[in-house]
């Protein structure tokens, strides 16, 4: 079976063990559908679910970690990353709730990778989890193995730019503390 994300690499390391698991389960599903050559099957959003599911983890610990949500959102119920990363729309604001313009900041993601972990959070979960009766968006396989290696590639960065910050000098006194956003918005 193909690890699609290594497993000593920086990314499997920052995931939980059920995030780890849920990567896992990815990989055997994939891997089956892969054997089986199903051609029966016109939809193969399902080979993205448990990656979507792990990116919005994922997503949800590197803003808990970098002190944009707290532990209460953390374990809560009521967060929502698709609010977190709202830009809004025509005429509409962003959500009240909305983090982008902090992400945006070169002292922690940037415009761009910003703009990618949005359209990663688009392409691979919204889309792939929610129903719109006017487009009914089906997937074949290949654009489900290109959503899950976007994930995978986004996961990466990310960690990759996180660890970056955290070693940054100035930020060891911010480490305990967990107040990161006090350091990345100065």
């Keep these: 079976m193909d690890e699609l994300i290594k497993r000593k690499s920086k990314l499997w390391e920052y995931l939980t063990p059920e995030m780890r ?31 979507g599911k792990l990116y919005e983890g994922f997503l949800k ?3 808990l970690d970098l002190g944009f949500i707290t532990s209460e959102d953390y374990y809560g119920n009521d967060i929502r ?14 959500h009240r709730l909305s983090i982008v313009k902090e992400l945006s900041s070169t002292k922690v993601f ?4 910003t703009k990618i972990m949005r359209g990663v959070w688009k392409n691979s979960r919204n889309l792939v989890f929610h129903f719109f009766p006017d487009n009914f968006y089906k997937i074949d396989l290949m ?7 976007e994930t995978i590639k986004c996961m990466e960065i990310v960690v990759n730019r996180y660890h970056d910050i955290v070693g940054h000098s100035d930020a060891k006194k911010y480490q305990e503390k967990k107040k990161w956003k006090e350091l990345l918005l100065d």
């Design 61 to 63: 610990k590197i803003f």
């Design 143 to 149: 654009t489900s193995k290109k959503r899950i290696n």
């Design 110 to 113: 940037g415009e761009n990778l």
């Design 81 to 94: 990353i698709g609010k977190l990363l709202s830009t809004g729309g025509r005429n509409i604001p962003p």
């Design 21 to 51: 698991e849920l990567a896992a389960e990815g990989e055997m599903l994939l891997n089956s559908c892969i054997v089986t050559g199903n051609k029966e099957i016109k939809d193969f959003s399902y080979l993205v679910f448990p990656w």
